[in-house]
């Protein structure tokens, strides 16, 4: 997740740099990052703890939301270190975790 989350913060700041912030790039690029990247990696991972216990499946969400979370700390750093500002407030940034849905198979019950 660290590697994630610098190379998020690296191409983060010169799009914040790059574009305005009316645009809301910076928000557009932590929702692919967290659909394409966190929620590929994190889905198999939870469908495994599931397989294992309930207990493994809980101790594995409660992980995989702590860091993930993460993504939002990131954002609004990277937002308040552009030029201009940007106007990305702390539940837009939380909108992007907020909306992730992790893909289970059909054994999504607890």
């Known amino acids: 997740m660290k590697y994630a989350?610098?190379?998020?913060?690296?191409?983060?700041s010169i799009a914040v740099r790059v574009f305005p912030?009316?645009?809301?790039?910076?928000l557009s690029f932590a929702s692919k990052l967290a659909t394409d990247v966190i929620a590929e990696y994190i889905t198999p991972l939870l469908s495994r703890a599931r397989e294992i216990s309930n207990d493994s499946f809980l101790r594995a969400t409660a992980a995989c939301f702590k860091?993930?979370?993460?993504v939002v700390d990131v954002v609004?750093?990277?937002?308040?270190s552009g030029?201009?500002?940007s106007?990305?407030?702390r539940t837009q940034a939380e909108d992007?975790?907020?909306?992730?849905?992790?893909r289970?198979?059909?054994?999504?019950s607890i």
């Open 5 to 12: 989350l610098k190379g998020f913060t690296e191409s983060g």
């Open 21 to 26: 912030s009316e645009s809301l790039t910076l």
């Open 67 to 70: 860091e993930s979370w993460k």
């Open 76 to 80: 609004i750093q990277v937002s308040s």
């Open 83 to 85: 030029p201009s500002k």
């Open 87 to 89: 106007a990305i407030s």
């Open 96 to 102: 992007v975790m907020y909306v992730l849905r992790f």
């Open 104 to 108: 289970q198979g059909p054994s999504s």
